[in-house]
């Protein structure tokens, strides 16, 4: 054999090889942006990547940074593939080695409404102040920062009325927590509330034993804390800590309802009562309140709106209502436990904008007896141990431990843009 065919076969195999993988990875690629297709899911939610594909080199950096699985290689360039799933959190834009990528609120089709603050984080309307996502940042460390600088600013505008407060914070996510915790440095008269039964925001509705992507922070009192990868839980436990070393005052399952604009600042209605309060720092988030039932019953403690520990209902028998993926998600995973009898129920005749992988798996469960599906259904009142459920012109009586409603949120837009609060719809802009 000549001496150059012993060097020209190995490197003929290895390209034979890296040709076939590159061919494979696209093929997937391709049926995953698809999928994502048909089922409506590749428009981002707010903040997500633009990739440049001028510079795009295809190096893949992006893609296996990528936590959601959003991002894919497609001809030797990158793409957000399934848009719906981008979290914002820019890890692709950090692992990039060329700098193709930038990231942008909305698109043409979908605009995003970011508040306008200025530097302090103060709105237009003096005296009500924004941060952390609802200003736009989706990041754990950035939403704490902000939480804490607003509270460096809000501290000029104490009051000395015996009978007001200087801020009332609502929201407890990582902007809140911060802000609370700035509060309690400046010896600030304060009110932290929350609508949830738990602190954590956004945070406490990861999956579980999600792995958290961070960087270290710098908490008022608390503070540098030095994290990058953590779970959710042992997050939410250390938070917990902090609440019980600084003695911050959280007022949970209290949501803010109103504010209206009084001779000195602010009255604010909660779901519980009404507070005079000096200026309001609103933490909330994006994700907005649950969209409720409206029907009878809806209020006991049985009902809620987001599935966290499927382990929880185990022999249970459990409604889970709503025909989006959070809600096909909910019943698949209920249906894996033992003992566990779910019923699904969606107004709608079909699921119609979920993930492909999701709908087959529920027509597999519903095959097998593990879920009940009642499609063209609506829940008609909640009693302590059934529901009725009004489905093809009759009303069906079935036996329940829980309901979990997953019918999307409202955002909370509207009602800051009755207090005055200004809004720019962000269409593919930084
Ligand atoms: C699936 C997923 C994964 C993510 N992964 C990461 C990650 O790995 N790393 C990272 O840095 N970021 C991640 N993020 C983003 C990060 O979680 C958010 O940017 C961050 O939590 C925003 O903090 P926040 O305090 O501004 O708002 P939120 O965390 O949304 O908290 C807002 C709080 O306000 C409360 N609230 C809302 N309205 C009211 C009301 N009217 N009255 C009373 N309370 C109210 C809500 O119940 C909530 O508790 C992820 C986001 C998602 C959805
Ligand atoms: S911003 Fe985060 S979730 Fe979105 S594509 Fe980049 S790495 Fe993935």
Known sequence: MHSWLLYLLPLLIVLWLYTRGWKRRDRRSREALAAAEEAGLREPVSLHPVIDPNRCIGSSACVKVCPEDALAIIDGKA?????????????????????????????EKRGVDIPIINPNFETNVPGIFIAGELAGMGLIRKAAEQGKQAIDHIKELRTNAPDQLDVIIVGAGPAGIAAGLGAIQHKLKYRLIEQEDSLGGCVYHYPRNKITMTAPVNLPIVGKVK????????????WGGVVKKTGLVVKYRERMETITKSADGFIVKTSRRSYRSRSVLLTIGRR???RKLDVPGEEQ????????????????????????????????????????????????????RVKQKNRQQLTDAEGTGLVRVLLGSSVSSIQTDKVAIKHNGETLEIDNDWVIVCAGGVLPTPLLQQIGILFETKRGTV
Do not use: W
């Open 301 to 352: 403690p049985k009902v809620v709106y987001r599935l966290i520990d499927p382990e929880q209902y185990r022999d249970k028998r459990v409604l889970v209502v709503g025909g989006g993926d959070s809600a096909l998600e909910a019943a698949l995973a209920l249906s894996n436990e033992p003992g566990t009898q779910v019923t699904l129920s969606y107004r709608g005749e079909a699921f119609a």
């Open 79 to 107: 793409e957000l593939v399934n848009g719906s799933a981008c979290i914002g959190h820019g890890a692709c834009l950090t692992a990039c080695p060329v700098e193709a990528i930038s990231l942008v609120f909305g698109t």
């Open 227 to 238: 994290m990058s990868e953590i779970r959710k839980e042992d997050l939410l436990e250390f």
């Open 288 to 290: 907005g309140t649950p």
